[in-house]
């Protein structure tokens, strides 16, 4: 690998550095107007999950057989899997109007009261980030699941009374990036709970082969493969790559991209191989060169690299232990063998004469 020794570590924004990367798996200001163009419109579009996507098709089918509302569906998975994708694939496969609101937008129970008794006979509700929603739209959201019924308060005080009113039949679709952080008693009131993982290359590359042909982009399979392979195993990093990739291979070359223009176009975007970003890479350099692969505490490994303990916690380490890079010990963090593989370097007990440095650097 062919990194700059000298390059400064990445400092530009270290509190909030996740969502302007081009690796980072949240949507930003550009993702969120091209997103709705690439978004399958049905099943069958949807790529991959195909669990998943059977289990989903007998609910609706089923659902729709019978002539009824589909049951409330849960899914849960990392950002920018395609949670809001299936929600509205979801609605157009029974048919359905939507109405999609979030958590945070919940303020009061009042607030989601006036949504749900504004819902139409069959629609679907998509709350997005249902784990960020406050207790009492919670407590309410659990009686209009089960029974289609909210008790509105009127008044104050000990003149306060409960009215019930009674909702149409409507399906909720919760998402959550954080399926650990519902109470049981919410989970529980899904009639079924979808859990989306991340993608093989294989499937990204259809995912990218799909929105170069919605974008009018000349890609060969090689092409795709290699913007596939950095992608992270999440789709709507692919379709951002593939946007970078494209204005590389127009500007550079003739348009087509060949695995020589993803690669060399990737390379100037600084996503390596492996899907790494520069950030990655620094704290797996200062683990590595520094460090002898560790262990060594957060704190210090931040200050190597010239960033908060948070930026690294949350922002470069996640990927990099699930790609079995790095690992968090009680110790600190220790570098895996295929982090010395991935960046061409040698460990020190296996260089010549070099004494192993394991130990010597604590929190
Ligand atoms: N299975 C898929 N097949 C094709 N494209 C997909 C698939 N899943 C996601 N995408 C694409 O990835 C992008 C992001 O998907 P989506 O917005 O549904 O993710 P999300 O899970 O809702 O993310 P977040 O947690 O940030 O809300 C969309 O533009 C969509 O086109
Ligand atoms: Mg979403």
Redesign the pocket.
């Known amino acids: 690998m062919n990194w700059d020794d000298t390059a400064p570590p990445t400092t530009e924004d270290p509190a909030t550095g996740a969502p302007d990367r081009l690796v980072g ?3 930003d200001g550009e ?1 969120t107007a ?2 709705a163009a ?3 419109k049905d099943l069958e ?5 195909e669990r998943v996507r059977e289990q989903l098709d007998l609910v609706l089918r089923a659902a729709r057989a019978r002539g009824a509302t589909a049951d409330h569906v849960l899914l849960s ?10 929600s509205m694939i979801i609605a157009a496969e029974m048919g359905a109007p939507i109405r999609i609101t979030s958590g945070p937008a919940i303020q009061h129970a009042g607030d989601l009261a006036a949504i749900l008794s504004s819902l139409q006979e069959g629609e679907v509700l998509f709350l ?1 980030e249902i784990h960020r929603m406050s207790r009492p739209a919670e407590e309410m959201l659990y009686m209009a699941m089960e029974d289609f019924r909210v008790d509105v308060i009127v008044g104050k005080g000990p003149g306060a009374t409960a009215i019930p009113l009674e909702l149409p039949p409507f399906t909720l679709v919760g ?1 959550t ?1 954080r399926a650990g952080l519902l109470p049981p008693p919410l989970r529980d009131r899904f009639g079924f709970t979808a859990h ?1 993982e991340f993608y093989a290359p294989a499937e990204l590359e259809r ?1 990218i082969h ?1 929105s170069a042909g919605l974008l009018d982009v000349e890609i060969e399979p090689e092409g795709a493969a290699e913007i596939a392979g950095r992608s992270r195993g999440t ?2 990093i692919a ?1 951002r790559l593939l946007r970078r990739v494209r204005d590389y291979a127009q500007v550079k070359a003739d348009g087509l991209i060949t695995r020589e223009i993803a690669s060399q176009a990737l390379g100037v975007y600084e996503v390596d191989a492996r899907g790494l970003d520069r950030l990655d890479r620094a704290v797996l350099t200062a683990l590595l060169k520094l460090f002898g692969g560790g262990p060594v505490g957060l704190s210090t490994l931040a200050v190597a690299v010239g960033e908060e303990r948070e930026t690294v916690e949350e922002v470069a380490e996640p990927f990099l232990v699930r790609e079995g890079l790095l690992a968090r010990t009680p110790r600190g963090r220790i570098a895996t063998p295929a982090a010395w593989d991935h960046l061409g370097l040698v460990p020190p007990q296996q260089q010549a004469g070099a004494g192993g440095q394991q130990g010597l650097f604590g929190a």
């Open positions: 798996a949240d949507a993702d091209v997103e690439l978004r399958p579009e949807f790529v991959g999950q998975g990392a950002p920018g899997l395609g949670k809001t994708t299936l997005d998402a990036t989306m995912v799909r789709p709507r379709n």
